[in-house]
Nanobody, 124 residues
Framework: QVQLAESGGGLVQAGDSLTVSCATSGRTFSSTYATAWFRQAPGKEREFVAGLRRDGDYIEYADSVKGRFTISRDNAKNTVYLQMSSLKPEDTAVYYC????????????????WGQGTQVTVSS
């Protein structure tokens, strides 16, 4: 059973940096599942932020976060990270970690496994 648990959200000011984490279950998780970060702001649809293929060789970012966000994975800790810098008020959302077999996609419906989310609020 795949389990995902996000942590690290909080309230920051515009221009600050913040790293959110996703603890994953199982020793073989990193070699089996593609992992992605999505976010959902109030009144908006859930949107793709960044994705990492299971072998780590393919990474994809949404245009809105390119150059500011970095997705990475620590296999020893079974944890996936999203490092966010130069944060903007429009980055305010609940950030979710998701996983799926196969390739990284940008469609939330393609991901069967989700964490509970962590709130990131960026004040201006």
């Amino acid at each position: 059973q795949v389990q995902l648990a996000e942590s690290g959200g909080g309230l920051v000011q515009a221009g600050d940096s913040l790293t959110v984490s996703c603890a994953t279950s199982g020793r073989t998780f990193s070699s089996t599942y593609a992992t992605a970060w999505f976010r959902q702001a109030p009144g908006k649809e859930r949107e793709f932020v960044a994705g990492l293929r299971r072998d780590g060789d393919y990474i994809e970012y949404a245009d809105s976060v390119k150059g500011r966000f970095t997705i990475s994975r620590d296999n020893a800790k079974n944890t996936v990270y999203l490092q966010m810098s130069s944060l903007k008020p429009e980055d305010t959302a609940v950030y979710y970690c998701a996983a799926r077999l196969g390739i990284v996609t940008t469609t939330p419906e393609d991901y069967p496994y989700w964490g509970q989310g962590t709130q990131v609020t960026v004040s201006s």
